[in-house]
């Protein structure tokens, strides 16, 4: 008598539910995408910016009033000297607080690059920071070539005061892939390399991300070596997650697992996401056994 064919997907909430259950109360945290590590990391960086700076002591509300006022009309004029004569007149002088409140407001890169460099003649000191909210600006609008010629141009900008680093180049890597251009991250990576720049756990993450989107699974699996015997990184659980995910999406299970089993060597602990997108990895290619085996460890 044939034996009745298993049924992927109850087994898939089945097992889901069995390793759910356990550690619902555990409230694990969720592993931070490339963008997120980047994000906490600057707001961290920009709010010791923020207190460095002695202009700030102003108290917030009234910072916060005076940037608000500065947005709206920043955005509801084109820029002119008319403007600036009435930005002046609002804050004749900028503090930190006040100028990236302001910018993060404004609605288009245009108006924002303008007001970026209109500080400046007010004497505002730029900084990393802000060099880099600016180039998340032309980033999140797609106004990828004023991206990178701002990028390249950081360095004389502010008399070499500010040096590029990989966070820099990571905002324009990221950016590129959300585009859709996958060839120009690359790119940028190799120009990143080039210029004796070391790439961080955040940069191969963000590339890994967009290599495996496109099934790129050879280059990935190259950049991974590179990685590690090149450049030293050590791979974090969000590395595999984007790992493990990126083959199993691509019917490569086998090889998912393999960057399941490497975790250990090198001390990043599962979380839920690599279990929840194995074990769907799994299913969906009939491994149900393995699975279970899994959802046991």
Request: glycine letters at 4%; hydrophobic letters at 35%; proline letters at 5%.
């Amino acid at each position: 008598m044939a034996a009745k064919p298993i049924s992927r997907r109850p087994a898939l909430t089945v097992l889901r539910e069995q390793f759910l259950r356990p550690i619902r109360n555990s409230k694990p945290q969720p592993a931070t995408s490339p963008l997120r590590s980047s994000s906490s990391r600057k707001t961290q960086n920009q709010n010791e910016d923020e207190e460095s700076q002695p202009d700030s002591k102003r108290p917030k509300s009234s910072n916060s009033k005076t940037a608000k006022a500065m947005a709206r009309l920043i955005n509801s004029k084109p820029w002119s000297s008319q403007l600036q004569s009435s930005l002046s007149t609002l804050s004749p002088s900028i503090s930190n607080t006040n100028f990236f409140q302001t910018l993060r407001s404004i609605k288009t890169p245009t108006q924002a690059f303008k007001f970026f460099n209109w500080v400046q003649t007010m004497g505002f000191s730029h900084n990393a920071q802000s060099y880099f909210m600016m180039l998340e600006i032309f980033g999140r609008a797609r106004n990828l070539n004023a991206a990178r010629n701002f990028l390249f141009s950081i360095e004389k900008k502010s008399n070499g005061k500010v040096k590029l680093e990989d966070r820099f180049f990571n905002s324009l890597i990221r950016s590129y892939g959300q585009a859709g251009l996958f060839q120009e991250s690359i790119k940028l990576f190799g120009t990143m390399k080039s210029m004796g720049i070391s790439p961080s756990v955040v940069t191969f993450n963000s590339l890994f991300s967009i290599l495996l989107k496109r099934s790129r699974t050879s280059m990935a699996k190259n950049l991974y070596d590179e990685m590690l015997s090149m450049y030293g990184v050590t791979p974090d659980t969000h590395t595999f997650n984007i790992l493990i995910r990126g083959f199993c999406m691509t019917s490569m299970v086998d090889e998912g697992f393999h960057y399941f089993k490497e975790m250990s060597r090198f001390k990043c602990d599962p979380d839920v996401i690599t279990y929840n997108t194995l074990v769907d990895g799994l299913c969906r290619a009939g491994k149900v056994e393995i699975a279970r085996n899994v959802v046991r460890v």
